[in-house]
């Protein structure tokens, strides 16, 4: 089940370098239960997605 999906575009003033970034992602779920945030990078050859890190997280209700 996808609780959230959040789309950004990050850029550092066009200096080449990596920018600093911060999402705030809101959920409810009846109980407390695991999670993974995905976040990744879409390949600008081919539109896959590259870089991909996966954090496991405990997502808990009423918080």
Do not use: F, H, K
Not at 14 to 37: I, K, L, S
């Amino acid at each position: 089940m996808v609780l959230a999906v959040l789309t950004a575009a990050l850029m550092a003033g066009g200096t080449g370098c990596r920018g600093d970034y911060r999402a705030v992602v809101t959920w409810r779920v009846p109980r407390e239960q695991r999670g993974t945030v995905e976040v990744y990078e879409i390949s600008a050859d081919d539109g896959s997605r590259v870089n991909v890190v996966r954090v496991p997280v405990t997502l808990v209700p009423g918080r």
